[in-house]
């Protein structure tokens, strides 16, 4: 059975359900199977960013146009 058949098998199969502590179990279980970029950095890379968010906070920012001069 391919991917496609599959997922039609299983869309009958949960409309066929009535038990909602069920349904709500198994949207859980699929909203938790999204991968979250986070976990897929490395240490380093989130260091950065949460170094940028504390900049941020403290209201040290710098401007598109002003990042642009700078590489230019």
């Known amino acids: 059975m391919d991917i496609k058949t599959s997922k039609i098998e299983l869309v009958k199969i949960i409309l066929n359900i009535d038990n909602d502590k069920f349904i709500r179990r198994v949207t859980d279980f699929i909203n938790n199977e999204k991968s979250d970029f986070w976990h897929e950095l ?6 950065e960013i949460k170094k940028g968010i504390k900049q941020l906070d403290k209201g040290k920012r710098t401007s598109y146009e002003e990042v642009l001069q700078r590489i230019s």
């Open 42 to 47: 490395t240490k380093t890379e989130k260091a």
